[in-house]
């Protein structure tokens, strides 16, 4: 048999060379999502309901286009491809009826990717559990199947979905997040991780909920997976792994008292129920519900709605046609009354609370149940099975191993969970940038370190300064990469997730051409992974038509590093026109950084700080399309290091590469270190390079289309360094006078003084 294209050998990757590889990826798409037959992106109406009938073939993009789009990605670097699909795109019809027509489709889409060499790990994809609950994921069926009536979720509030908003543009900047802690969601992931604890009496063809959704999903997967393997020419080329369930949630578990905000949900926006609250409202009651809105140092309370579904519910009619799907629910599970009514947790009669501390508690044992008791019991339960269901298929494959986000990884080291090939996939997104789609270039926040309990209060964890807030984000990274090893043991670590809103400033740099603040903060990301010395990330994202007005056609996010609305980018050097744009003060967000009031940090403003804007925005004449921030996420990067990798890093301002490794002999001739480095930044002839010996080469390849410029390394055994310096050109978001840095510096004074 052939040596494996990539395996682990403790923190690293391998090659069948033995050399270090970095995964430098790319999410594969968005759009995967939602439907491509209809077309039914989050703005979309029409049809919605009609969940069962829908296709998602088409998705990421057509076969007859792949070749276009992964010779694009290749072009810019990414060697590394995370393949977004949903369980509604397998098992979108009913429980076990299989879409083959979807299935053949990505067995050619895959196909097409093994000519670019992408290394591919399968990314079964889900947010706030479904499109019906405002997200991705799951089957319209599931929410029927708990005895839940999705049509009824907008006017209970039980979940915000813009689908069904009366104004989609203008639908919320990143409240479907919210849904996370809304009554539907909470429902379904409650059920999906430990209905038979909570839920014992929800039966449905003699099972409890748990097993039979759970077995639904990973039956859906496994059905895929059986399907590339008997396609006999993908295992280990392109497709390397599988990673688990995205962004899992807790639902319920773990909720202490259902009466209050747990003070772990740090994520606030619109109406903020409590889970009591959502209950209410999801059986017809009327609510007076606190409302938050988001701010600079993150959510704060803005105020108090009331939110009445004027007697409407949720749960679905008992006169509702229960045998549609061909399942048997128990008669002992009610249909047109609350799950929880019925498992004793409130008296519907009266109104009240008779245990409200039914989440909190493990009933099996008594043990007070956290989230990080959550993640240890029902989460690695479920992880068991999914595992073991993927190693039957695929003995060899790599474990993409995704724990819910941001929380405490599950203690597995030195277990027998502790899998060599599990690789350690948590997610990171500057949150202050994401929620209020605008880049501070004065102060952010320690938001993991707030998490953690690092300080204080979230005061103590602001990071004042360009070079502060570049550092904190490594700091970040690096801190959530020593926490896998802490708890999971010694295993690589990429970030499956990160990424950037593009329509920062209320869409500026679209009416503009000015990307300043798109670069500022995409190359503070990067920086961060570079600094951290993760063994690589998937950037989110990639989406082939995202536009300008809807963005990636998903909840209004716009993260794609394309849009069909921006110029494309060029292939090889491009001119000084094409260049970062120089430094735009007239910018929104500049204004908004170096404002008085955000100047003068003081608890009373920096909530509010970042929540308006200050400036209207002068609409720009004629072509002012930009190149979408490519300076900042085409960079150098190594992909083949011939021994130890011990760091790399590239400064966007002084266009300078730089990488440092440990080598256990010479290099053979036909091994040698291989580093991507972007013709974009560094053209033929006007590029230098001092290494600490050796030989090397530069030069372009194409493969089907994709044109790349590699740096190839023949050197000696030690440690090596080497610098490479491209071409320097106007700067973007990056401080580039000495009247610049000195004006940071005053504003820094001013923060400090006050704080």
Same mark, same amino acid.
């Given at each position: 048999?052939?040596?494996?294209?990539?395996?682990?050998?403790?923190?690293?990757?391998?090659?069948?060379?033995?050399?270090?590889?970095?995964?430098?990826?790319?999410?594969?798409?968005?759009?995967?999502?939602?439907?491509?037959?209809?077309?039914?992106?989050?703005?979309?109406?029409?049809?919605?309901?009609?969940?069962?009938?829908?296709?998602?073939?088409?998705?990421?993009?057509?076969?007859?286009?792949?070749?276009?789009?992964?010779?694009?990605?290749?072009?810019?670097?990414?060697?590394?491809?995370?393949?977004?699909?949903?369980?509604?795109?397998?098992?979108?019809?009913?429980?076990?009826?299989?879409?083959?027509?979807?299935?053949?489709?990505?067995?050619?889409?895959?196909?097409?990717?093994?000519?670019?060499?992408?290394?591919?790990?399968?990314?079964?994809?889900?947010?706030?559990?479904?499109?019906?609950?405002?997200?991705?994921?799951?089957?319209?069926?599931?929410?029927?199947?708990?005895?839940?009536?999705?049509?009824?979720?907008?006017?209970?509030?039980?979940?915000?979905?813009?689908?069904?908003?009366?104004?989609?543009?203008?639908?919320?900047?990143?409240?479907?997040?919210?849904?996370?802690?809304?009554?539907?969601?909470?429902?379904?992931?409650?059920?999906? %991780?430990?209905?038979?604890?909570?839920?014992?009496?929800?039966?449905?063809?003699?099972?409890?909920?748990?097993?039979?959704?759970?077995?639904?999903?990973?039956?859906?997967?496994?059905?895929?997976?059986?399907?590339?393997?008997?396609?006999?020419?993908?295992?280990?080329?392109?497709?390397?792994?599988?990673?688990?369930?995205?962004?899992?949630?807790?639902?319920?578990?773990?909720?202490?008292?259902?009466?209050?905000?747990?003070?772990?949900?740090?994520?606030?926006?619109?109406?903020?129920?409590?889970?009591?609250?959502?209950?209410?409202?999801?059986?017809?009651?009327?609510?007076?519900?606190?409302?938050?809105?988001?701010?600079?140092?993150?959510?704060?309370?803005?105020?108090?709605?009331?939110?009445?579904?004027?007697?409407?519910?949720?749960?679905?009619?008992?006169?509702?046609?229960?045998?549609?799907?061909?399942?048997?629910?128990?008669?002992?599970?009610?249909?047109?009354?609350?799950?929880?009514?019925?498992?004793?947790?409130?008296?519907?009669?009266?109104?009240?609370?008779?245990?409200?501390?039914?989440?909190?508690?493990?009933?099996?044992?008594?043990?007070?149940?956290?989230?990080?008791?959550?993640?240890?019991?029902?989460?690695?339960?479920?992880?068991?099975?999914?595992?073991?269901?993927?190693?039957?298929?695929?003995?060899?494959?790599?474990?993409?191993?995704?724990?819910?986000?941001?929380?405490?990884?599950?203690?597995?080291?030195?277990?027998?969970?502790?899998?060599?090939?599990?690789?350690?996939?948590?997610?990171?997104?500057?949150?202050?940038?994401?929620?209020?789609?605008?880049?501070?270039?004065?102060?952010?926040?320690?938001?993991?370190?707030?998490?953690?309990?690092?300080?204080?209060?979230?005061?103590?964890?602001?990071?004042?300064?360009?070079?502060?807030?570049?550092?904190?984000?490594?700091?970040?990274?690096?801190?959530?990469?020593?926490?896998?090893?802490?708890?999971?043991?010694?295993?690589?670590?990429?970030?499956?997730?990160?990424?950037?809103?593009?329509?920062?400033?209320?869409?500026?740099?679209?009416?503009?051409?000015?990307?300043?603040?798109?670069?500022?903060?995409?190359?503070?990301?990067?920086?961060?992974?570079?600094?951290?010395?993760?063994?690589?990330?998937?950037?989110?994202?990639?989406?082939?038509?995202?536009?300008?007005?809807?963005?990636?056609?998903?909840?209004?996010?716009?993260?794609?590093?394309?849009?069909?609305?921006?110029?494309?980018?060029?292939?090889?050097?491009?001119?000084?026109?094409?260049?970062?744009?120089?430094?735009?003060?007239?910018?929104?967000?500049?204004?908004?950084?170096?404002?008085?009031?955000?100047?003068?940090?003081?608890?009373?403003?920096?909530?509010?700080?970042?929540?308006?804007?200050?400036?209207?925005?002068?609409?720009?004449?004629?072509?002012?399309?930009?190149?979408?921030?490519?300076?900042?996420?085409?960079?150098?990067?190594?992909?083949?290091?011939?021994?130890?990798?011990?760091? %790399?890093?590239?400064?966007?301002?002084?266009?300078?590469?730089?990488?440092?490794?440990?080598?256990?002999?010479?290099?053979?001739?036909?091994?040698?270190?291989?580093?991507?480095?972007?013709?974009?930044?560094?053209?033929?002839?006007?590029?230098?390079?001092?290494?600490?010996?050796?030989?090397?080469?530069?030069?372009?390849?194409?493969?089907?289309?994709?044109?790349?410029?590699?740096?190839?390394?023949?050197?000696?055994?030690?440690?090596?360094?080497?610098?490479?310096?491209?071409?320097?050109?106007?700067?973007?978001?990056?401080?580039?006078?000495?009247?610049?840095?000195?004006?940071?510096?005053?504003?820094?004074?001013?923060?400090?003084?006050?704080?």
């Amino acid at each position: 048999m052939a040596p494996l294209r990539l395996r682990i050998e403790g923190r690293t990757f391998r090659d069948s060379e033995n050399r270090e590889v970095t995964l430098h990826g790319i999410n594969c798409a968005a759009d995967a999502k939602f439907p491509a037959r209809p077309d039914q992106p989050s703005n979309v109406a029409d049809g919605f309901f009609d969940g069962d009938n829908v296709s998602f073939v088409g998705r990421p993009f057509s076969v007859q286009d792949a070749a276009t789009h992964f010779a694009r990605l290749r072009s810019w670097g990414y060697n590394t491809i995370r393949y977004v699909f949903t369980w509604e795109a397998i098992e979108h019809a009913g429980p076990g009826r299989y879409d083959e027509e979807w299935i053949s489709h990505t067995i050619a889409v895959l196909r097409e990717a093994k000519a670019f060499g992408f290394y591919i790990f399968m990314d079964p994809h889900q947010d706030v559990w479904s499109r019906f609950t405002g997200g991705s994921g799951a089957p319209m069926w599931t929410l029927y199947a708990c005895g839940l009536d999705p049509t009824f979720f907008d006017v209970t509030e039980a979940a915000l979905v813009q689908n069904v908003s009366p104004d989609p543009a203008n639908f919320p900047k990143m409240v479907w997040a919210t849904n996370y802690t809304r009554l539907a969601c909470q429902v379904m992931f409650t059920c999906f %991780f430990a209905g038979k604890v909570f839920a014992p009496k929800a039966i449905i063809d003699g099972k409890n909920i748990q097993d039979y959704l759970q077995n639904h999903y990973i039956g859906a997967v496994e059905h895929l997976a059986k399907r590339l393997h008997e396609a006999g020419d993908l295992w280990h080329d392109p497709l390397v792994g599988w990673e688990s369930l995205n962004e899992p949630n807790h639902g319920l578990i773990g909720c202490e008292d259902i009466t209050v905000i747990p003070k772990e949900q740090k994520l606030q926006r619109g109406t903020s129920p409590t889970a009591w609250q959502a209950i209410l409202t999801g059986s017809g009651r009327a609510c007076e519900v606190d409302t938050w809105d988001f701010g600079g140092l993150g959510p704060y309370k803005s105020g108090s709605s009331l939110v009445d579904p004027e007697g409407k519910t949720v749960w679905l009619s008992p006169d509702y046609d229960d045998t549609k799907y061909g399942w048997k629910r128990d008669p002992g599970w009610r249909l047109g009354e609350c799950i929880w009514a019925q498992h004793g947790v409130w008296d519907p009669a009266t109104d009240t609370v008779l245990k409200k501390d039914y989440f909190g508690k493990d009933p099996r044992n008594g043990a007070t149940v956290n989230y990080e008791y959550f993640t240890n019991h029902w989460f690695m339960d479920h992880w068991r099975k999914y595992s073991k269901m993927l190693k039957s298929i695929f003995p060899d494959s790599l474990m993409f191993f995704q724990p819910p986000p941001f929380e405490i990884p599950p203690s597995i080291k030195g277990t027998k969970d502790d899998d060599p090939n599990i690789v350690f996939c948590p997610h990171f997104y500057d949150g202050i940038t994401l929620m209020t789609k605008k880049w501070n270039r004065v102060w952010n926040v320690d938001v993991f370190g707030v998490l953690r309990g690092k300080y204080l209060t979230p005061a103590f964890a602001i990071k004042i300064g360009e070079t502060a807030i570049r550092n904190c984000f490594a700091h970040q990274l690096g801190a959530m990469q020593q926490e896998g090893v802490d708890y999971m043991g010694i295993h690589p670590c990429i970030f499956s997730e990160i990424g950037i809103p593009y329509d920062m400033d209320d869409k500026y740099a679209y009416k503009t051409g000015n990307y300043s603040s798109q670069i500022a903060a995409m190359d503070a990301n990067h920086y961060g992974l570079e600094e951290a010395k993760v063994n690589g990330f998937t950037l989110w994202t990639y989406v082939a038509t995202n536009n300008h007005f809807w963005g990636d056609r998903w909840n209004g996010e716009d993260l794609s590093i394309y849009s069909i609305d921006d110029k494309p980018v060029p292939g090889g050097a491009f001119s000084e026109t094409e260049s970062r744009a120089s430094l735009d003060t007239s910018s929104p967000s500049f204004s908004n950084a170096h404002s008085s009031e955000t100047l003068n940090v003081n608890p009373s403003n920096l909530r509010k700080t970042l929540s308006t804007d200050r400036m209207s925005i002068k609409s720009g004449t004629g072509d002012v399309r930009g190149l979408r921030a490519a300076e900042a996420f085409i960079r150098p990067t190594p992909i083949f290091t011939h021994g130890d990798l011990t760091g %790399f890093s590239f400064d966007l301002r002084n266009c300078v590469f730089k990488i440092t490794l440990s080598a256990p002999n010479s290099t053979r001739e036909e091994a040698p270190t291989i580093m991507y480095l972007p013709g974009f930044h560094f053209p033929s002839g006007q590029t230098t390079i001092e290494a600490s010996g050796g030989k090397w080469t530069i030069s372009s390849e194409e493969t089907n289309g994709a044109l790349q410029q590699m740096l190839r390394w023949w050197h000696a055994e030690g440690d090596q360094t080497m610098t490479v310096k491209g071409v320097v050109r106007k700067q973007g978001g990056a401080l580039s006078t000495e009247e610049d840095e000195g004006y940071l510096r005053q504003c820094q004074k001013q923060a400090c003084a006050v704080m």
